[in-house]
């Protein structure tokens, strides 16, 4: 995969770009058009640009744009999903009626459980690391599903999981990226990245981070299967 962070796409960049080399000015439409002509993913941010390598570097191009996210917060759920239409061209499909079950099976029988998840029933009754194990492995097991983002919520007074279940179903479902983001305490977050991220699990501090960076690669896949 090929992707490209390039400057001009506005009248103020381009004469930006004419007032250092003019290197860089031309039409933006064309040098668009030949981009997706040629399957390059084009992106508008340093920082993306950052996190989609370091996605790629130690997990694989996801097989679309199938995403299951899991977090703390219903409102959460809410927001990141309509985001994930209107912003990232990612889908948020139903689940298996095997694999919904088994988020059911978590959880207190007040909440119906679906993609995305509300991790936080199963969580207070069966505990944090438990919820997000047994949540993950069922989405993970999906076919529906291409990759996983889950929210981990970790403070002081929820308790700290041990995060060795997050590297052991990033091997065991190796054809799936796990990219994991946080609703934590700072010190948490640090920790975890320390543990996770020399173990081939990558990190991201924001919580929209590591969906922008599948619609990216959800891109790249795309072009790669043009053909």
């Known amino acids: 995969p090929i992707i490209l962070l390039k400057g001009g796409s506005t009248d ?11 290197a860089l000015a031309s039409d933006d439409r064309i ?43 219903g409102a959460m759920l809410v927001a990141m999903t309509d985001m994930c239409q209107k912003f990232w061209n990612l889908e948020v499909p139903a689940l298996e009626e095997s694999n919904r079950r088994r988020l059911q099976e978590i959880s207190p029988p007040y909440i119906r459980m679906r993609n995305p998840v509300d991790i936080w029933p199963a969580a207070i ?3 944090i690391e438990f919820g997000y194990r047994e949540a993950m492995e069922a989405v993970l097991k999906d076919p529906h599903i291409d990759a996983v983002v889950p929210i981990m919520m970790i403070t002081d007074e929820t ?6 279940f997050v590297v052991d179903l990033a091997r ?7 990219y994991v983001t946080f609703s934590a305490e700072k010190k948490h977050m640090d920790a975890a990245k320390a543990f996770l991220e020399p173990r081939g699990v990558p990190t991201f501090p924001m919580i929209e981070e590591p969906l922008e960076v599948l619609s990216v690669l959800a891109q790249c896949r795309k072009y790669m299967d043009r053909p």
């Open 12 to 22: 103020f960049g381009s004469r930006a770009a004419g007032a250092h080399t003019a």
């Open 31 to 73: 040098i668009d058009g030949a981009l997706k002509q040629a399957g390059i993913t084009r992106i508008y941010k340093y920082s993306l640009l950052i996190h989609a390598a370091k996605a790629l570097s130690v997990m694989p191009l996801p097989r679309g744009n199938g995403v299951s996210f899991m977090a703390p917060s």
């Open 125 to 127: 009754v069966n505990g």
């Open 159 to 164: 308790g700290v999981p041990d995060l060795q």
């Open 172 to 178: 065991k479902y190796p054809e799936k990226p796990i």
